[in-house]
């Protein structure tokens, strides 16, 4: 990033200076177009008279690495902003950006979206095993969005790899991971190849044992790479299940008609049931297992 500050107080210093930057990347482009590509500028004034210039966003390309640094900013910046104004930033840092969509949390997400941008894009993951009320919810959201709504499907022969070799609920004897692998993060992973930011759902409160440190803003090192980096935005990480019900309420959001019948965290219909009065909500996902292991590897991070 190039950071020029600029001295003086008067008008006519800031033209002056401002347009020898003009100039500087100007030649620098004829020089080194590549270069150039990231520098693209806007320039701001600070309250002492004095100005810099700083990039309008972050590259948004494959190959460009968003720094630690930025992104601990980008966090102290963000985690006191409303979700809205969350996902107004995130739209404007990136162009190449989507929003996973499966849950209430995540329509709340398309819902804010399209308030703030007129480019949203959505995907959702279908492996096969959901409830025909989620179908249904799916399509209804495409519909009362008008959403070009990507629909990733897990890959055929490695689902009839695993259905041959331990049958359809393997994952009641030997964990779920392997299942959610193949059916869920496969599809993922082929997703998040393509772009270079997504939005998610996730808030500290779903999961006490999994994500309670959740940022509004991260590196995610498990779908990235220094060849392609890749940045999370968690715009709900504040939010609690009661104020995204709220919204749901006020703005006649659609939501899956499970919810009525008890389900809470909504996942495959095999791993997925309703809680009783005063169970947390991810003790109706994978109920056979450990609370710390209930987690389909869509929000895993690597150190």
């Known amino acids: 990033m190039l950071f020029a500050p600029v001295l003086g107080r008067r008008a006519y210093g800031l033209h002056i200076m401002l347009s020898t930057v003009?100039?500087?990347?100007?030649?620098?482009?004829?020089?080194?177009p590549s270069a150039y590509n990231l520098m693209q500028t806007h320039y701001f004034a600070t309250g002492n008279g004095s100005a810099m210039v700083l990039p309008s966003k972050l590259p948004d390309r494959k190959g460009i690495m968003t720094t630690d640094a930025t992104l601990q900013d980008w966090q102290q910046q963000l985690s006191t902003q409303s979700p809205k104004d969350i996902l107004r930033f995130a739209h404007k840092q990136f162009s190449s950006i989507t929003i996973s969509f499966s849950g209430a949390e995540d329509v709340v997400l398309i819902d804010l979206a399209r308030k703030v941008s007129d480019r949203v894009q959505v995907f959702t993951l279908d492996t096969g095993r959901l409830h025909a009320e989620t179908y249904q919810f799916i399509e209804q959201v495409r519909k009362h969005y008008d959403l070009d709504l990507e629909v990733l499907a897990p890959e055929r022969e490695r689902v009839e790899a695993l259905v041959r070799e331990k049958g359809l609920f393997s994952f009641y004897e030997d964990g779920h991971k392997e299942c959610c692998g193949i059916r869920k993060v496969d599809g993922l992973k082929r997703k998040l190849a393509t772009v270079d930011a997504w939005i998610t759902g996730q808030r500290r409160d779903q999961s006490p044992s999994t994500r309670s440190d959740v940022p509004v803003v991260e590196a995610d090192t498990a779908f990235g790479s220094p060849e392609h980096p890749l940045v999370k935005f968690n715009p709900l990480a504040n939010w609690s299940s009661q104020q995204v019900w709220e919204y749901i309420?006020?703005?006649?959001?659609?939501?899956?008609?499970?919810?009525?019948?008890?389900?809470?965290?909504?996942?495959?219909?095999?791993?997925?049931?309703?809680?009783?009065?005063?169970?947390?909500?991810?003790?109706?996902?994978?109920?056979?297992?450990?609370?710390?292991?209930?987690?389909?590897?869509?929000?895993?991070?690597q150190d």
């Open 249 to 301: 309420r006020m703005f006649d959001v659609p939501y899956n008609p499970l919810h009525e019948r008890g389900f809470i965290s909504i996942g495959c219909e095999p791993c997925t049931r309703p809680v009783l009065p005063n169970q947390h909500e991810r003790e109706g996902r994978w109920w056979w297992e450990e609370a710390t292991l209930k987690e389909c590897g869509l929000h895993s991070s």
């Open 22 to 32: 003009d100039r500087h990347l100007s030649t620098l482009s004829r020089r080194r």
